[in-house]
C-alpha cells in the first residue's frame, strides 16, 4: 500500500554534498521503519541510515558524522543529505518503508516496500 520514489541523485565530486528524496504515496509514513541503503555494482545491498520503528535514527558506520536522514511527515517524504562525500559512496540509493516485524531495522529483509532507486556518482 506504499509507493516509493527517490530523486535527487546525481553527479558530485567527492568532498561535495546531495540530498536525496524519497517520497511515499499510501499510508504515512508514521507506521513504519523508513531506511536508506545502497548498492555498488557487484556489490551487496547495504544498510546506510534509518528512522527505526519508535522514530530512533541509526547510520551505519561509514556514513555517521557526515550523513543525516530526515523526515516531512506532512509531506510523506524522508531525506539523506550526504555531505563531505567520498568516491566509495558511489552507488545506487534505495528508500525502504517496513512495519514491525522480527528482522532488525539494519536488514534490507525487514522492509516491505522498496523505491526504484537513484544514482549518486561521487568523483575524484
Known amino acids: 500500500q506504499v509507493q516509493l520514489v527517490e530523486s535527487g541523485g546525481g553527479l558530485v565530486q567527492a568532498g561535495g554534498s546531495l540530498r536525496v528524496s524519497c517520497a511515499a504515496s499510501?499510508?504515512?509514513?508514521?507506521?513504519?521503519?523508513l531506511g536508506w541503503f545502497r548498492q555498488a555494482p557487484g556489490k551487496e545491498r547495504d544498510f546506510v541510515a534509518a528512522?527505526?520503528?519508535?522514530?530512533?535514527?541509526d547510520y551505519a558506520d561509514s556514513v555517521k558524522g557526515r550523513f543525516t536522514i530526515s523526515r516531512d511527515n506532512a509531506k510523506n517524504t524522508v531525506y539523506l543529505q550526504m555531505n563531505s562525500l567520498k568516491p566509495e559512496d558511489t552507488a545506487v540509493y534505495y528508500c525502504?518503508?517496513?512495519?514491525?516485524?522480527?528482522?532488525?531495522?539494519?536488514?534490507?529483509?525487514?522492509?516491505?516496500?522498496w523505491g526504484q532507486g537513484t544514482q549518486v556518482t561521487v568523483s575524484s
Open positions: 499510501g499510508r504515512t509514513f508514521s507506521s513504519y521503519a
Open positions: 528512522f527505526s520503528w519508535n522514530g530512533n535514527t
Open positions: 525502504a518503508a517496513g512495519s514491525r516485524g522480527t528482522y532488525s531495522y539494519t536488514l534490507a529483509r525487514a522492509y516491505d516496500y
